[in-house]
């Protein structure tokens, strides 16, 4: 089964023969060891707490794996955040403000460590950018990248698909063949790239990933794989048009050597999650926990986060997420991680 889905893979264009033929004899990698996914409770949700939190899974993180969270040659590192669904559905800023202050302990300095979002409005709208009101905002001196800009693209870097160019991947459609200027059978050469954010493999000696979930539609799971591939490049949202090219992107693009080479860990708050409806934020069906989740394996959170919404699903009287929507198996295939959540370690950090 997983050398006929990286067949499949291949045929329409999302993985390379090279990378079916290196694959193809990894078939008992799912009898693998899994990565530990480190869990805080926080006693309350506030700056204080996830500040003592933080510290703790990340130094349980180095205790474990023996990789530091230290200065290299590039002496920078970048942070991830979401804030796509907008306000009330955003990496919190506490959160990102611990992750700062333990990053600033190791030895990195304020201004070296630089956050990436895609969109300017939100990013302002969920206080990432600073408000055109005050003029404030909690990240003074941390440099922000606005992916939407173009700046931050290289020519170099990309992913090459042969699907059609871009729409708004939230206040748009799934359905985008009546968008103005999109045509269907396009076959520009820049209507098939999306270009990576580069800062984050090649300005940083590595970065994290810090998404918020949410239900998608198409990609059944808005979280740490999506957070790290289509809302980390430019022209993605054109793979919204099939539940069969959007969970193929995300798993191909996410087995990006570079970009796997120094992406350290995601680390996710479960303060506010929304298990129906989204990506669009509806608070009728979002869930706050006490918790924050560290791991190196995306699809074993994400899968984590997939039971947990259909948990809630089911007791609020709605239907499971589609299990034809195939974005983490199509990503465990390709070597990112594990959907085996009933093998799951959780360690429990104090």
Request: proline share 8%; with cysteine; hydrophobic share 40%.
């Amino acid at each position: 089964m997983r050398l006929l889905t990286l067949l499949f893979l291949c045929s329409v264009g999302f993985v390379s023969p090279l990378l079916v033929a290196a694959t193809a004899g990894q078939a008992g990698s799912k009898g693998a060891p899994q990565e530990p996914v480190w869990e805080a409770l926080l006693p309350r949700i506030d700056e204080e707490s996830y500040v003592a939190k933080v510290e703790a899974l990340i130094s349980a993180f180095e205790r474990s794996t023996g990789r530091k969270l230290l200065p290299g040659e590039k002496k920078k590192v970048g942070v991830k955040v979401y804030t796509d669904s907008g306000p009330g559905m955003a990496t919190p800023v506490p959160l990102v403000k611990a992750v700062i202050a333990s990053l600033e302990r190791r030895g990195f300095d304020h201004k070296n460590i630089f956050l990436v979002g895609l969109n300017a409005l939100r990013l302002r709208m969920t206080g990432y950018l600073p408000s055109l009101v005050s003029g404030s905002t909690p990240f003074a001196g941390n440099p922000v990248y606005v992916l939407e800009s173009g700046r931050y693209y290289d020519p170099v870097w990309f992913y090459d698909s042969p699907l059609p160019q871009r729409f708004d991947p939230i206040f748009a459609t799934p359905d985008a063949g009546g968008v103005k200027g999109v045509s269907p059978d396009s076959t520009k050469d820049e209507d098939r790239k999306s270009f990576l954010a580069t800062p984050l493999f090649l300005d940083a000696d590595f970065w994290i990933n810090l998404p918020v979930y949410t239900d998608h539609p198409t990609l059944a799971i808005n979280g740490a794989l999506v957070n790290a591939t289509l809302w980390n490049a430019s022209n993605t949202a054109r793979f919204f048009r099939s539940p069969a090219n959007a969970p193929a992107a995300v798993a191909e693009m996410s087995a990006i050597p570079e970009l796997r080479q120094t992406w350290m860990f995601t680390l996710a708050s479960l303060e506010h999650y929304q298990f129906i409806g989204g990506p669009f934020f509806n608070s009728l069906y979002t869930v706050s926990e006490p918790l924050v989740w560290l791991s190196n394996d995306p699809v074993l959170m994400d899968a984590l986060m997939r039971d947990r919404m259909n948990e809630r699903r089911k007791k609020n009287g709605f239907e499971p997420i589609n299990e034809e929507i195939r974005t983490l198996e199509f990503a465990e295939t390709l070597g990112v991680g594990s959907t085996r959540t009933k093998d799951a370690k959780i360690v429990r950090v104090e």
